[in-house]
């Protein structure tokens, strides 16, 4: 998908997920990705310490800071684009994160089900 046209799993334009913190692939605040990004950094959510402490126990630790790759640490109540596989997991496991579904992108729907994703959703009325 090219940079700043992605779709939402909506089916709208990609809304921007946060830009402070700064996330996403391109770090410029939207969960759009690319052939390169393997994690398909691609759902918005909205972190809790739950989602964060079950995403460091399974191996990639979003709470740390990293300066030298200019990471500020994720924190409860931020919002970040974190891997579609990896919400997947904290789904099936009880402790995933609420979603932004304007702000998530829509290849997300090639690992997780829509019906997934809106009963975490934060901006979905049915």
Not at 13 to 41: I, K, S, Y
Request: glycine share 8%; with cysteine; charged share 20%.
């Amino acid at each position: 998908m090219a940079r700043g046209s992605s779709r939402n799993v909506l089916g709208g334009p990609l809304q921007t997920c946060c830009t402070n913190p700064m996330t996403g692939w391109f770090r410029n605040g939207r969960c759009d990705t690319e052939p390169a990004d393997v994690g398909r950094h691609v759902v918005c959510v909205h972190a809790t310490e739950e989602f964060l402490e079950f995403s460091r126990r399974v191996g990639n630790d979003l709470s740390t800071p990293r300066p030298e790759f200019a990471f500020p640490g994720v924190k409860p109540g931020d919002r970040w684009c974190v891997c579609a596989e990896r919400w997947l997991e904290a789904y099936q496991a009880g402790v995933a994160a609420p979603v932004v579904l304007a702000a998530t992108e829509e290849s997300a729907l090639e690992v997780i089900p829509l019906e997934a994703l809106k009963s975490h959703a934060l901006d979905w009325v049915s």
